[in-house]
């Protein structure tokens, strides 16, 4: 049982790169979300997924896609990466939205 | 619009003083305010949260105030010790509504030996 699981842990890319940042849950929850955290801008939330099927933009969903391919797992990309994205991500999990968040470990991403 | 302000953005208190880290909201329909606690490298998790029925939350020595009239509510740390370093995030949900979490800045906390 491993929670919320993330992949992956550290990458680096140069600007215009793009990737994908994986998420992975078995909590069987039904909503799933992206933040970013950056140095005092605390969790910034990027895109959400209330529930299989649907997703909705967040605060800062700019230059981000997502796909919430099923109820485990949904996908965070970078079509065209730069330098601004440098953040660390975390992927969370609620059963509902007003729920606890169960975070998963984070990816550090640096965009050069 | 940054609807929960939390403050200071860091703090550094002696093994065994007192922390204590405030926030402040303007939404009245608010009536779930959880505390979030993340140790570097790590993601956050839930620490302790309160309802506005009560004025008072503790667990262990770990105590959230929550003041409704000023729509204020604090955290408080006694007997602060090192393993307790980590940055802390008040958040603030109406848990009837449509709405998701919305999370303060954070506080960096670091207790010194």
């Known amino acids: 049982n491993a929670g919320v699981t993330q992949t992956p842990k550290f990458q680096v890319l140069k600007t215009g790169q793009s990737m994908t940042l994986q998420c992975a849950q078995d909590?069987?929850?039904?909503?799933m979300y992206w933040y970013r955290q950056d140095p005092g801008m605390g969790l910034r939330l990027i895109y959400y997924?209330?529930?299989?099927?649907?997703?909705d933009k967040g605060e800062v969903p700019n230059g981000y896609n997502v796909s919430r391919l099923n109820k485990r797992e949904f996908s965070l990309r970078l079509e065209s990466a730069a330098p601004s994205q440098t953040s660390v991500y975390f992927c969370?999990?609620?059963?509902?939205?007003?729920?606890?968040?169960?975070f998963g470990p984070g990816t550090r991403l640096t965009v050069l | 619009q940054q609807q929960v302000k939390q403050s200071p953005q860091s703090l550094i208190v002696q093994k065994g003083g007192i922390s204590i880290i405030n926030c402040a909201y303007e939404?009245?329909?608010?009536?779930?305010f959880p505390w979030y606690q993340q140790f570097p490298g790590k993601g956050p998790a839930l620490l302790i949260a309160?309802?506005?029925?009560?004025s008072e939350k503790k667990e262990g020595r770990f105590t959230i105030s929550f003041n409704k009239s000023a729509k204020q509510f604090s955290l408080h740390i006694m007997d602060s010790q090192p393993g307790d370093s980590a940055t802390y995030f008040c958040?603030?949900?109406?848990?009837?509504?449509?709405?998701?979490?919305?999370f303060g800045k954070g506080t960096k906390l670091t207790v010194n030996p």
């Open positions: 309160i309802r506005p029925d009560v």
């Open positions: 939404n009245t329909a608010f009536d779930y």
């Open positions: 969370a999990t609620t059963q509902g939205l007003a729920d606890t968040q169960y």
């Open positions: 997924s209330a529930s299989e099927g649907t997703t």
């Open positions: 909590m069987n929850h039904n909503s």
């Open positions: 958040a603030a949900i109406n848990q009837g509504g449509s709405e998701k979490l919305v």
